[in-house]
């Protein structure tokens, strides 16, 4: 679908009812990263969301290749990605941050080898594409799915993220936790890459949070501020990129930025 | 007096290099268990080894159903993070699905107050997240404390202050207490035994009979000056 080339209330209007489903399904996923995210930093997983997410687009260029829907082999390879970091943090021995940083820069190497040259700059970036019903329907209670995960876990992914012995002690198995954990950080991943592409869908996940995190009080605010805030930078972004022929996803993660620089001034103020 | 724990030939390594070498000892309920030792000697090891965190070779038996309360030594905090007071324990009342009045009843014990609750733990001072983990580790009615160090990093008033509400505790609540701690005029205070560790089980007993002299030098491997407290809390 081409995007609106002028700034204009009917554009506006036309863009935001043909692109309904487009324009819901992200919704629904900003939330889901704005709540996976503020756990995500919590585990430190800032620096390391942005390599991991770079693990779709082998997957992804594979698929493009054979020809079936993208996002189906970009969910293989991050679901892959996610056991392998699994099994990467039960070894503590091993320096998980450089095996992560090595994997995953790799597989971004490699992906950008394997994916068609005219997909690869919407692979990495983001691009506006149709929805299917079924893609709305299946992404809609994906999210939802994360969003209830998290909140209904919420207490145990605290104690998880904050000490792990503590977790432990407490009666906690972190190990199933931390699988699961992980399974819907990726799956937050995947409904995000066809918004923000394999190098900014980590973003969504981390800045946003950040926002939270800067100005919440409590974890609960730092949750719901979070959310707001990838809500707000991706709704807006994606009204404004087409009126400005714009990629989406650098669009919506200029604006988390923003709100990530005011949130800090705000901070600084309080 | 029942035991409560015991340990036969523990041995724990990393990478095939032994650091608690063939330990046997057993603590009996109520008993509150001093491990000394020299940094490095395996202390926190053993601990963590107890609470099951560590594998290891050996024996060890705890009583059944018994119930663990833990404070680590550290807690690798972001300070930025605004995770409340009350948010951290109800994380754990949640998590051991125990009763959300044990809230009030946890902060009563240690001193803490309720106007603390809506303070980030990045914001409580030391002493106060020493309580709050105390109160953390005392949710869920553990019949057992193992507490690592739990007046390191802190000003010595409050840590006379913990140890009391720790000794209070025991008391109030019939615990048992294995306590790490480097700190040997309180180990006389409060300890009714103690183990001393340096990889291997260099002395064990109560302190009054098994802190020698001798021992201590064998231990920290230099003549040692410490403080002999009694139980009623005088000094020699």
């Known amino acids: 679908m081409a995007p609106p080339t002028s700034f204009t209330i009917t554009s506006m209007t ?7 489903l487009y324009i819901i399904l992200a919704i629904g996923m900003a939330s889901a990263a704005g709540v996976i995210g503020s756990f995500a930093i919590m585990r430190r997983l800032a620096l390391a969301s942005d390599p991991i997410s770079h693990v779709a687009l082998p997957g992804l260029g594979i698929a493009l290749l054979l020809k079936v829907n993208p996002l189906v ?15 990467l943090e039960k070894r503590t021995g091993l320096s998980t941050d450089v095996l992560i940083g090595v994997i995953f820069s790799v597989s971004l190497a490699l992906g950008s080898l394997i994916t068609p040259n005219e997909e690869l700059i919407n692979a990495l970036l983001g691009s506006y594409t149709s929805v299917s019903l079924t893609e ?17 876990q919420k207490h145990k992914l605290t104690l ?4 792990p012995d503590l977790a432990k002690t407490s009666g906690l198995d972190i190990n199933r936790l931390n699988l699961y954990f992980l399974l819907a950080f990726v799956l937050t991943m995947i409904l995000g890459l066809r918004y923000l592409g394999v190098l900014l869908m980590g973003s969504l996940i981390i800045i946003p949070a950040a926002v939270g995190k800067n100005l919440g009080r409590s974890l609960n605010s730092m949750l719901a501020i979070g959310t707001a805030a990838a809500v707000l930078s991706t709704g807006l972004g994606l009204l404004i990129a087409p009126n400005f022929n714009l990629k989406p996803g650098p669009t919506i993660i200029v604006i988390a930025a923003i709100l990530f620089f005011l949130s800090f001034l705000l901070k600084r103020k309080s | 007096m029942a035991k409560i724990l015991e340990v036969e030939n523990l041995n724990v390594s990393f990478d095939g290099i032994k650091v608690v070498e063939d330990l046997n000892f057993d603590v009996e309920e109520g008993d509150a268990l001093t491990i000394i ?21 050996g024996k060890i038996t705890w009583k059944k159903d018994i119930k663990m309360g833990y404070l680590p030594q550290v807690l690798f905090l972001d300070q930025s993070l605004p995770l409340t007071l009350r948010e951290f324990l109800m994380s754990k009342i949640n998590v051991s699905k125990s009763n959300p009045a044990e809230l009030e009843e946890v902060l009563n014990l240690v001193r803490l107050s309720k106007n603390s609750l809506d303070t980030s733990l990045g914001k409580l001072s030391g002493g106060q997240l020493q309580r709050a983990l105390i109160a953390f580790a005392l949710i869920g009615n553990p019949n057992v404390l193992l507490l690592d160090e739990p007046t390191a990093s802190i000003d010595p008033p409050s840590e006379e202050q913990i140890y009391e509400t720790i000794h209070n505790l025991q008391d109030t609540k019939n615990l048992t207490v294995i306590i790490v ?18 990889k291997q089980q260099i002395c064990f007993g109560p302190p009054e009979e098994t802190l020698t002299t001798q021992r201590l030098e064998e231990l920290y491997g230099a003549p040692h000056k410490f403080y002999h407290h009694l139980h009623d809390g005088s000094t020699h």
């Open chain 1, 14 to 20: 036309e863009a935001l009812t043909s692109n309904f």
């Open chain 1, 73 to 87: 082999g970009a969910a293989f390879a991050l679901i892959t990605g996610a056991i392998l970091i699994w099994q």
């Open chain 1, 136 to 152: 709305f329907i299946i992404g809609l209670i994906a999210s939802a799915l994360i969003i209830g995960f998290v909140l209904y």
């Open chain 1, 160 to 163: 998880a993220s904050l000490s």
């Open chain 2, 37 to 57: 030792g020299p940094n490095g000697s395996g202390k926190t090891v053993l601990l963590k080894t107890l609470l099951g965190l560590i594998p290891y070779q």
């Open chain 2, 181 to 198: 701690s480097h700190d040997l005029s309180l180990v006389y205070r409060y300890a009714t035994k103690v183990l001393c560790l340096n």
